[in-house]
């Protein structure tokens, strides 16, 4: 069974910049693609970012796009969030998920998820 830890949440100034990590264990997740989500208190789970399994093909919701960038490396089983220009509106706890089949933007339809790695962004 694989398992997911994110890490490399914290808290910074509007207008900073955080990179987050996840580091799959358990099993490969070189075939999946892979996807951030984050949510805020009293909100839904939301879309922010996903990567096809050889890294070629990115995805991002508009709120993010141009600020944030996924990337991943198969070898060390790793997915990255480089958060870029954060804004108050940024503040959430990131999760990271793998899905087997193709990409998708609902949460629904990934298979595995890591525990959420806090993010606070002050104003």
């Known amino acids: 069974q694989g398992q997911l830890v994110e890490s490399g949440g914290g808290l910074v100034q509007a207008g900073g910049s955080l990179r987050l990590s996840c580091a799959a264990s358990g099993r490969t997740f070189s075939g999946y693609v892979m996807g951030w989500f984050r949510q805020a208190p009293g909100k839904e789970r939301e879309f922010v970012a996903t990567?096809?399994?050889?890294?070629?093909?990115?995805y991002y919701a508009d709120s993010v796009k141009g600020r944030f960038t996924i990337s991943r490396d198969n070898a060390k089983n790793t997915v990255y969030l480089q958060m870029s220009s954060l804004k108050p509106e940024d503040t959430a706890v990131y999760y990271c998920a793998a899905r087997s089949s193709g990409v998708s933007y609902l949460s629904r339809e990934y298979d595995y998820w890591g525990q959420g790695t806090q993010v606070t962004v002050s104003s």
């Open positions: 990567i096809t399994w050889s890294g070629r093909r990115t």
